[in-house]
C-alpha cells in the first residue's frame, strides 16, 4: 500500500509556471507506476501525465504536451510535475495517482489507480 500527498500548488499568472510534488510514502514506491489527473469544476476528472515506475516512459495529455514535464525520484519516494506556459484552462484540483505495475506501460484510465492523493488547487489568472 502507498500513501501520496501532493503539494506546489497555487496561483499564478497566465504564462507563469508551478512544480507540483507527489510525495509517497510505503513500501517499493519503484514499484508502482505515477500518474497526475485534473478535475475542473463541473468536469469529469482528466488524465494530464504518467511515468512508469523507473521513469523511462512517460505520457502526456495533448493539451500539455510540450508544456508539462513529468519526473520521478525513486530515491526520495517523489514524482513531479513541472508545468510551464500555464493558461486558465489548466485551473482544476490536481490529484497524484499510483498503481502496483508489471511493465513499462502506464494506463491513462482512472480507474486504473488505486491509491489516490487528496489534491492541490492551481489556479490560472488571466
Known amino acids: 500500500q502507498v500513501q501520496l500527498v501532493e503539494s506546489g500548488g497555487g496561483l499564478v499568472q497566465a504564462g507563469g509556471s508551478l512544480r507540483l510534488s507527489c510525495a509517497a510514502s510505503?513500501?517499493?514506491?519503484?514499484?508502482?507506476?505515477v500518474g497526475w489527473f485534473r478535475q475542473a469544476p463541473g468536469k469529469e476528472r482528466e488524465f494530464v501525465s504518467a511515468i512508469s515506475r523507473s521513469g523511462g516512459s512517460t505520457y502526456y495529455a495533448d493539451s500539455v504536451k510540450g508544456r508539462f514535464t513529468i519526473s520521478r525520484d525513486n530515491a526520495k519516494n517523489t514524482v513531479y510535475l513541472q508545468m510551464n506556459s500555464l493558461t486558465p484552462e489548466d485551473t482544476a484540483v490536481y490529484y497524484c495517482?499510483?498503481?502496483?505495475?508489471?511493465?513499462?506501460?502506464?494506463?491513462?484510465?482512472?480507474?486504473?489507480?488505486?491509491?489516490w492523493g487528496q489534491g492541490t488547487q492551481v489556479t490560472i489568472s488571466s
Open positions: 510505503g513500501r517499493s514506491f519503484s514499484s508502482y507506476a
Open positions: 495517482a499510483a498503481y502496483y505495475s508489471f511493465s513499462t506501460y502506464v494506463s491513462q484510465t482512472v480507474t486504473t489507480y488505486r491509491y
